[in-house]
Structure formats: structure tokens, C-alpha cells
């Protein structure tokens, strides 16, 4: 979709949408499924401290640049890493993810999307290691 089909047909009704269901005292978690880095300054028009946004393949640190003083973060483990990595592969990209999108609060850890085929050990070393590194102090 174009950023002026974005802005006319898209951005208008999902931002009202999303702000309703603040309005009513809901924690909208919408999942922003691709590549979302282009149009994170749209996601600055929401309260502060009142959505949980899910990223898939968004640059994830750039995210955190942009919205990490505004929302709280969730996802960015690619399902590739978790299907064909190793149990240290998966601890050394949370760890980066953690130190970096993590430091000063506002991420949870999970898989990009879906975990259909994923090797168990692997979502297993993230979960874990997310518990154990991941903790705020």
C-alpha cells in the first residue's frame, strides 16, 4: 500500500479504532505484521503508555529509537532463528535484543510470529534465557 493510501484508507480507521478501545480502558495489542519501520511516526498519535505493539519484521532497534519512551514493545525473534538456529544462537540474539531494546524497561520477548515449526529446545533457550537475563532490576 502506498503512504498516501496508508494515510487515506488505513491509518484513519485502524488509529480510531485503537484509540477507542483505549478510551473504554483497554490495552490495545495489535500486531504489526511486516515491515512496519516506514510508518512508526503514526504510531507516536497514540496515548502514551496505553498500547502494546507486537513487530514482526520492523527494525526492531529503530523502533525502540522511535517508540521505546511511548509504547511498550513485544516481539522480534525471527521464527528462521528459532526453526534453524541453536540453543546459543537464540540466547546471543535475545541477549542483544534485551541489552539493547530492553534497556530502560518496556519489551517483551517473544517470536516474531508464528511458531508452527520451531525446534522445542530453541523456543525453550529463548524462554529461558529471557526469565533468567531478562529480568528488570
Known sequence: ????????????????????????????????????????????????????????????FKTKEMLGNHMCIQGNVPPSLLQTGTPQDVKDYCKKLIDVVGKGGGLIVTPRSSIDEVKPENLKAMIDFTKEYGVYR
Open 1 to 60: 500500500m502506498s503512504p498516501k493510501q496508508f494515510e487515506t484508507f488505513y491509518w484513519p480507521t485502524f488509529k480510531e479504532l485503537v484509540l477507542g478501545l483505549v478510551n473504554a480502558g483497554l490495552t490495545p495489542c495489535p500486531f504489526f505484521e511486516g515491515d512496519y519501520t516506514s510508518r512508526l511516526e503514526y504510531l507516536l498519535e497514540f496515548p502514551k503508555g496505553k498500547v502494546l505493539g507486537h513487530f514482526d519484521t520492523s527494525d526492531i
